[in-house]
Nanobody, 122 residues
Framework: QVQLVESGGGLVQPGESLRLSCVASQSIPSHYAMGWYRQAPGKERELVAAITTGGSTNYADSMKGRFTISRDSVKNMVYLQMSGLKPEDTAVYYC????????????????WGQGTQVTVSA
């Protein structure tokens, strides 16, 4: 069973940047997409961004231009660079892996991390 472990969350002020990292406990098959979901208090989980081994990406509209997802398949890691953070970005961010990009976008996730808290507040 693959384990995903996130790091990099914390408390930042509006407008600041933060980089989340996620490492997988074992090699992720090349056809798997990896990505990030988030869940804010009282809201449903939503897709943040996803990426394939080949580098194809998908972003939620509200994150486009502010967030950048990247992946290092050799190190079994995925990253989320977040800039221009807003209070509404406050949420628990989850690292995810799924067979194929479409599956991940549709929420058919095979593996979830435990989540890392991001709080944006003045």
């Amino acid at each position: 069973q693959v384990q995903l472990v996130e790091s990099g969350g914390g408390l930042v002020q509006p407008g600041e940047s933060l980089r989340l990292s996620c490492v997988a406990s074992q090699s992720i098959p090349s056809h798997y997409a990896m990505g990030w979901y988030r869940q804010a208090p009282g809201k449903e989980r939503e897709l943040v961004a996803a990426i394939t081994t080949g580098g194809s990406t998908n972003y939620a509209d509200s994150m486009k231009g502010r967030f950048t997802i990247s992946r290092d398949s050799v190190k079994n890691m995925v990253y989320l660079q977040m800039s221009g953070l807003k209070p509404e970005d406050t949420a628990v961010y989850y690292c995810t892996a799924a067979q194929y990009l479409t599956a991940l976008i549709l929420g058919r996730v095979d593996h979830w991390g435990q989540g890392t808290q991001v709080t944006v507040s003045a």
